[in-house]
């Protein structure tokens, strides 16, 4: 089993729809967690990261549940520039280590 | 952006040729992470390091040796590459004022022919 699990999509959705991804992880000592964007052929850049209280920047929303083991990201209004790969990040504990899923790509129709 | 810089940015080399790619960052981030991205596969660690001169393995290691004798520079060598490492690399850095969030370098485009 992986230690990071996403959804590979793609997700086909209109501009203005909500879109909701998902990602479970199997270390339960893991401490810190991550939503990264990732256009075509550049590097992975931070999209926010992931409090057990939830937390909104604008359009967005990400929630973590550490009982299940399970992060979202919720997309409202998406726009055509919300097109990218949206990775979940997972912080291994005393490890140190950052744990990719494989990443969900979401394509925002016009 | 984070001063993360990567060098070369692409690469073409021959089977059985050693090649080290070299990650180089100004901001005094502790840990310093090698990934390597695949179609299918996401980005998955290599090797990582959290201090000068202390390594570990990552998921997918076998091929590839680090060296960290600066907290500037993390190097990945492959000792004698293969077409299965063409790949995009990407190396990483975090642990900038104690938060773990990691910022990425631009990535190495590396072919083995």
């Known amino acids: 089993r992986k230690e990071v699990e996403q959804d590979p999509g793609p997700f086909n959705v209109p501009e203005g729809a909500t879109v909701a991804f998902n990602c479970t992880y199997s270390?339960?000592?893991?401490?810190?967690f991550f939503w990264y964007r990732q256009d075509c052929r550049k590097e992975p850049k931070l999209l926010m990261s992931?409090?057990?209280s939830g937390n909104e920047d604008g359009r967005f929303t990400a929630q973590l549940n550490r009982a299940s083991q399970y992060i979202s990201l919720l997309i409202r209004d998406s726009k055509l520039s919300d097109s990218a790969t949206y990775l979940c990040?997972?912080?291994?504990?005393?490890?140190?280590?950052?744990?990719f899923g494989t990443g969900t790509l979401l394509a925002v129709q016009p | 952006d984070a001063g993360i810089t990567q060098s070369p940015r692409h690469k073409v080399t021959e089977t059985g040729t050693p090649v080290t790619l070299r990650c180089h960052q100004t901001?005094?981030?502790?840990?310093m992470y090698w990934y390597r991205q695949d179609p299918g596969h996401g980005l998955r660690l290599i090797h990582y390091?959290?201090?000068?001169?202390?390594?570990d393995k990552g998921e997918v290691s076998d091929g590839y040796s680090v060296s960290r004798s600066k907290t500037e520079d993390f190097l990945l060598t492959l000792e004698s590459a293969t077409s299965s490492q063409t790949s995009v690399y990407f190396c990483?850095?975090?642990?900038?004022?104690?938060?773990?969030?990691?910022?990425f370098g631009q990535g190495t485009r590396l072919t083995v022919v």
């Open positions: 901001e005094n981030h502790r840990y």
């Open positions: 992931v409090y057990s």
């Open positions: 270390n339960s000592a893991s401490q810190s």
């Open positions: 390091s959290y201090g000068v001169k202390d390594t």
């Open positions: 990483a850095i975090s642990g900038g004022g104690g938060r773990t969030e990691a910022f």
């Open positions: 990040v997972v912080h291994g504990g005393a490890t140190n280590k950052l744990i």
